[in-house]
């Protein structure tokens, strides 16, 4: 296992970044017409907030570990998975399912699933343990992408509250003009940014993250159906061939 940079996850908030720049510069406006912090304020602000009231405090600590999980991928590598699993085939068939604690796993989870056949756990009740660390897993994922999902709800909602208190501050300044351009500014940039927030950041990384768990749940599904496949003392080359047929088209082409 290994982390690696998901650039199209950079290069995708850069370019929308660059096409917004590019869309004011256009229309003959400059950036900072756009740069209210009264409605950086109220947008972050709120959303934040109300993650906090959504969801338990850790939880909300933890989501700048989830925004780096879609920058910093944990890249599973299918193909020495299987690889390795294959091997333990081999060695379990030759030796004895003891002989495999004398081989080196990377794998956490692969690492568990050996320990539990070590300690004699039959098929079944293997398959129930690390059937249960897998629901734990994607709950653990699922938890995550709520919260991500659950800033594209609010952000919206605080831009629009922005824009009700620009309104109102503007309704009681009528007999000062030169404090109704700044309270109009404000109600439609902070729509703006809650709009930016929600459908350019956090819905499309909430997506991102969703299909990163599905690939690593089949992957950790493939080595709980491997690891009973070698309790079972299913040849190598069968149980290379039935677990390659388990990982997704995209994960099975390197594999």
Known sequence: MRNKVDYSTILGLLFGIILIAGAVFLGGGQLRQFIDPAGLLITLGGTVAASMVRHPLNDVVASVKI??????VRQLDAQQIIAQMAEMAAIARRDGILALEKVKIEDEFLKMAVHHCLDGADPEFLEQMMGKELRYM???????IRIVEGWGDSAPAFGLIGSIIGLILMLGQMDDPSHIGPSVAMALVTTLYGALFAYGFAFPMASKLATYSQEEQAVRQMVIDGIIGIQKGITPRLLQESLKSIVPPKLRQSA
């Open 67 to 72: 925004i780096l999980k879609a920058v910093m």
């Open 138 to 144: 994607t709950e653990r994922h699922a938890r995550g």
